[in-house]
């Protein structure tokens, strides 16, 4: 007799998303580090509302561009630096942060 097992881990209301940290100037700041091949402590969805002011900071051990799809926001990293995309977060909706080069998720960011 066969069991069949529905997909691991989806539901209507999708995964939870986490809050980024708010810096003194009410910029919401979203720190992403990447080592070793993969993102320290996995791939987060952050939210932010409409309209807020997000600075992306992105640290790597290998050189590579980072790309906010939707936005189309990119800036280069260099190994062993970091990198910030700072946005007036606009436009709704979920957006993939992505090592470029590597084609690697490194975040999602949900605006709304
Ligand atoms: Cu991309």
């Known amino acids: 007799m066969a069991v069949l097992l ?7 209301t999708g995964p939870s998303a986490a809050t980024p940290a708010t810096a ?15 993102v320290a402590g996995g791939v987060v969805r952050y ?10 900071v992105v640290a790597s051990d290998v050189a590579d561009e980072v790309h906010l799809h939707g ?17 007036d977060a606009d436009l709704p909706g979920v957006f ?8 690697v998720p ?5 605006v709304g």
Not at 6 to 12: D, F, I, L, Q, T
Not at 96 to 103: A, H
Not at 106 to 110: F, S
């Open 71 to 87: 936005y189309d926001r990119s800036s280069f990293v260099t190994a062993g630096a970091s990198t910030a995309i700072r946005l």
């Open 47 to 56: 939210a932010v509302p409409v309209g807020s002011t997000v600075e992306l």
């Open 96 to 103: 993939e942060v992505e090592l470029e080069q590597r084609g």
């Open 106 to 110: 490194l975040a999602e960011l949900q």
């Open 6 to 12: 529905g997909p691991a881990g989806c539901s209507s």
């Open 24 to 38: 003194p100037d009410g910029t919401l700041r979203i720190e992403v580090g990447y080592a070793g091949g993969a």
